[in-house]
Structures are given as C-alpha cells and as structure tokens.
C-alpha cells in the first residue's frame, strides 16, 4: 500500500488543522492505521492508532482529548483533527499502515512522506 499525507501547514497555538492519509490499493480496510510525528532533532514518536474497523483508537497521553482519529474505508483515507495545538505540537506527522492490530503504537509495515506542522506561539 501508498500513503499520501497532506493537511500540514502553519497555524497559530490554540488553532486546528486535519490531517488526511490517502492510501492506494483495494486493501485499506483490512489495515490498521496510525499517525506519528518527528520533531527537529528527536525520534519519531506514536501520535494516534486506528483499528481496521475504526471501532478502536489509540492516543498518546500527550494527546489525548485534543486530537481525534478516524477513518473512511470507502474513501480509503484516514484523518487526524488536530484541535487546541500547542507549539510542541510542532513536527512532521507521518501516518502508517500495518496488518495487525496488535501492539499499535508499533511495528508499522507502510510508511507516508510525512507533512509539516507548525505551531506558532
């Protein structure tokens, strides 16, 4: 599978922004998704996760209650809202496929390109 994330840009802190996943094949729903974010000079961190089904989802701690999750399987995309973003929040956001749904804040089969965010205090 091909992921395409797009929906990066500049805003200001306490502002929201959505990210999509395109994903190309006839396989999407049959993978759990998840988004992950780097930023300058740190590791690449677990953000979201999202069950085949999208009857599950994941949050980092760090997260959580701001942003949300979700997919459409007919669309082959998954989202992620960003709301209340706060300049840490500042990273590249890559989203990832994998065929299990086990263990989902790791083990990622399928990586996208990732798109910039930027969160100006």
């Known amino acids: 599978v091909q992921l395409q994330a797009s929906g990066g840009g500049l805003v200001q802190a306490g502002g929201s922004l959505r990210l999509s996943c395109a994903a190309s094949?006839?396989?999407?729903?049959?993978?759990?998704m998840g988004w992950f974010r780097q930023a300058p000079g740190k590791e690449r961190d677990f953000v979201a996760a999202?069950?085949?089904?999208?009857?599950?989802?994941y949050y980092a701690d760090s997260v959580k209650g701001r942003f949300t999750i979700s997919r459409d399987n007919a669309k082959n995309t998954v989202y992620l809202q960003m709301n209340s973003l706060k300049p840490e929040d500042t990273a590249v956001y890559y989203c990832?496929?994998?065929?299990?749904?086990?263990?989902?804040?790791?083990?990622?089969?399928?990586w996208g390109q990732g798109t910039l965010v930027t969160v100006s205090s």
């Open positions: 990832a496929a994998k065929h299990s749904s086990a263990y989902m804040t790791r083990g990622y089969d399928y």
């Open positions: 094949g006839r396989s999407f729903s049959t993978y759990a």
């Open positions: 999202i069950t085949w089904s999208g009857a599950n989802t």
